[in-house]
């Protein structure tokens, strides 16, 4: 069997998990999780960027591992043209092509703008970004990302750090469905059983942050969601078996029906 | 005056004689959309027996929103000359108070001691307005501690939307602006004299500074001044209403709490430990993303049991007199007593071994710039 490679745009990842780096308990036990995750593409805000100061430093400690590629995130943004400066900024810092590009104006929920993230990806594409838009799980507004050249699109499962899982699925299955680049759900997992339901769904791949860095285990519940992606993603594969609301009749309704005349 | 003259908005009255029974408090404590009634439950005595499930509860919304990350911002005094009659304050017009104020070389000596520490946000603090620390004189500390640091705030008089959107443009992120008491009779007995003694010009400067561009407003009350009760709740619809009306606004809460210091003022409604934490958890389960913070005005223990539970976001190292970081300035005289003295490698040592991590830089100066409510 070929291995199972996610491309998003011409970067090539072994592992369907993407992981958050905010909110561990310390730099180590990020790293930690990281490893255990298998995860191969992990996200930094650029405001966690610290050159002055290096125990304070994200980026630092992450660019050191191996087989993992960065993606600086515009989180902070409050506007298009903020998340671009941002997204720069993280270029320059760290070298990397990809960006997730994020803009939550409202501090409290930190629900993307779709406006705003719309007029930055058209930006963020003519610079040559591979751009990751963090959004509503909205199907119009995803096509509209990848028609202006999108590399992806991240619809979110729920609100960030609510753990209520897949509360927007009915939508990504819309998305899935209709979109040429990949779809990640980002935001709103709480268990690896949720992760491998979006991928069971079809998703390409799931970002989780919270679910980890809150876990009492942060490294254990990594390896966890690596095994939950991985088995939803071998189940996709497979081939689920279809859903039925009705038993079928042991005496069928059409069996009068004959095809000579 | 009376409460019943307050705004719609603001009036906690409805809920201030609720009666509530047990089962009322767990049904709060486990909340899904708190509200006004959840926390007028919360605050009331009878939730007072149920601490621990509420500080669970509390711990627990704060590792999902904030994670278990602590930020970090440090207090700096520019000036405590003040002219203000707020009774019960250190440096209070008629106090006799060593004044002083900084000069760019000596604001520069603190940032530099500043910057050394690694801190990212700062609150810049003065008395009332003063001819010594006025708009322009704030507007050059702050351009010149953006040369520094990437977040820099301010904690001073009210003032216009035009003065706050100068600051802004300036470079300044957010304000903390204390109402001090939302009780408006102990208000006016509290402010002797001056312009603060206009209880709605400072009620509506969060708003003044939001539309000028500022992007957090921090509030809060003094506690101990008025019935405590009375001022979490209206500090609670305070923040709801500056959250519904500026949706892109960043609100947190503060819990200064009246401690003894110059003047030798006593709390009218003393506040202890565990009606702090009543409060903290309280306004934590029903504002679920709002930043707690708590000040080193608290006493180590309370600071390193209250990390993370609820409490999002802790100064550090603070020093309240003008000067106090490079201590090349002549003494003044301080604000307030500082109860937790540590230094920033002894706090974050209390931190981790918590397993919270502490952050000194959660924001990027590339953000720099007036927020926009305007409608296109």
């Known amino acids: 069997m070929s291995k199972d490679i996610l491309k998003v745009g011409d970067q090539e990842l072994g592992s369907r998990l993407f992981l958050g780096t905010g ?3 310390s730099t180590q036990a990020m790293i930690d999780a990281v490893k255990a995750s298998g995860t191969e593409l992990v996200t930094v805000a650029l405001r966690r960027f610290n050159r002055d100061q290096a125990e304070d430093d994200l980026y630092g400690p992450l660019s050191q591992l191996e087989n993992v590629k960065l993606m600086p995130n515009t989180s902070g943004a409050m506007n298009a043209k903020e998340a671009v400066r941002a997204a720069m900024l993280g270029r320059e810092l760290s070298k990397s092509p990809l960006v997730k590009l994020e803009i939550h104006p409202n501090p409290h929920h930190l629900l993307p703008d779709p406006i705003e993230t719309y007029e930055a990806a058209i930006e963020l594409v003519k610079q040559d970004f591979l751009v990751l838009p963090y959004i509503p799980a909205d199907p119009v507004l995803a096509k509209r990302l990848e028609d202006i050249g999108c590399a992806a699109v991240m619809p979110l499962g729920a609100a960030i750090g609510t753990g209520k899982g897949l509360s927007t699925a009915e939508m990504i299955k819309i998305i899935i469905r209709d979109a040429n680049v990949p779809v990640v759900v980002d935001a709103g997992l709480r268990s690896p059983s949720e992760a491998a339901c979006a991928l069971e769904m079809g998703c390409d791949a799931v970002l989780v942050n919270s679910a980890i860095a809150a876990a009492e285990d942060p490294a254990a519940m990594g390896a966890a969601f690596k095994t939950g992606v991985e088995a939803g993603r071998m189940a996709y594969n497979a081939g689920l078996m279809p859903t039925s609301e009705v038993a079928v009749a042991s005496s069928p309704l059409t069996s009068f029906l004959s095809s000579d005349d | 005056m009376n409460p019943e003259s ?3 908005w603001l009036n906690p009255e409805p809920w201030l004689d609720l009666e509530f029974t047990a089962a009322d408090i767990e049904r709060a404590i486990g909340a899904d959309t708190p509200n006004e009634k959840t926390m007028a439950a919360l605050l009331s005595p009878l939730a007072a027996e149920y601490l621990e499930p509420m500080a669970q509860r509390a711990q627990a919304i704060t590792r999902r929103h904030f994670g278990r990350t602590i930020s970090l911002y440090t207090p700096l005094y520019l000036s405590n000359f003040c002219n203000g009659g707020c009774l019960y304050c250190g440096i ?11 000069d760019e070389a000596q604001l520069r000596h603190e940032m530099e001691a500043i910057k050394s520490m690694h801190l990212e946000e700062l609150v810049l603090l003065t008395g009332e307005r003063m001819p010594e620390a006025d708009v322009p004189y704030l507007k050059e500390c702050i351009e010149i501690c953006a040369e520094y640091i990437h977040n820099v705030n301010i904690e001073v008089f009210p003032m216009s939307e035009p003065e706050y959107r100068e600051l802004a443009e300036a470079g300044c992120t957010g304000v903390t602006l204390y109402q001090e008491t939302y009780d408006q009779v102990v208000y006016e007995k509290m402010h002797r004299w001056g312009d603060k003694r206009d209880y709605f010009s400072r009620l509506n400067a969060p708003d003044r500074a939001l539309k000028g561009g500022l992007r957090t407003v921090g509030i809060g009350a003094l506690l101990g001044l008025a019935d405590p009760k009375f001022d979490i709740l209206c500090v609670y619809r305070h923040a709801k209403y500056l959250l519904k009306n ?9 819990f200064p709490r009246i401690k003894p210091q110059l003047g030798g003022f ?10 702090l934490a009543q409060y903290i958890f309280a306004l934590r389960i029903c504002l679920p993303e709002t930043p707690l913070v708590l000040s080193t005005r608290e006493p180590q223990r309370v600071r390193d049991g209250m990390a993370g539970l609820g409490i999002s976001k802790m100064s550090v190292a603070s020093k309240t007199t003008v000067g106090g970081y490079s201590d090349d300035s002549e003494e003044s005289t301080e604000q307030f007593e500082i109860s937790d003295e540590r230094n920033i490698p002894d706090f974050c040592k209390m931190l981790r071994s918590k397993g919270l991590e502490p952050v000194f ?8 710039e007036p927020a926009s409510y305007e409608k296109v």
């Open chain 2, 6 to 8: 307050l705004p719609t």
């Open chain 2, 266 to 275: 006593q709390a009218d409604f003393p506040v202890d430990e565990k009606m």
């Open chain 1, 23 to 25: 909110k561990f308990s």
């Open chain 2, 246 to 254: 500026y949706w892109q606004a960043g609100v947190s809460i503060s």
């Open chain 2, 361 to 368: 830089k959660n924001w990027d100066s590339t953000y720099r």
């Open chain 2, 92 to 102: 209070a017009g008629d106090r006799r108070a060593k004044r002083a104020v900084l």
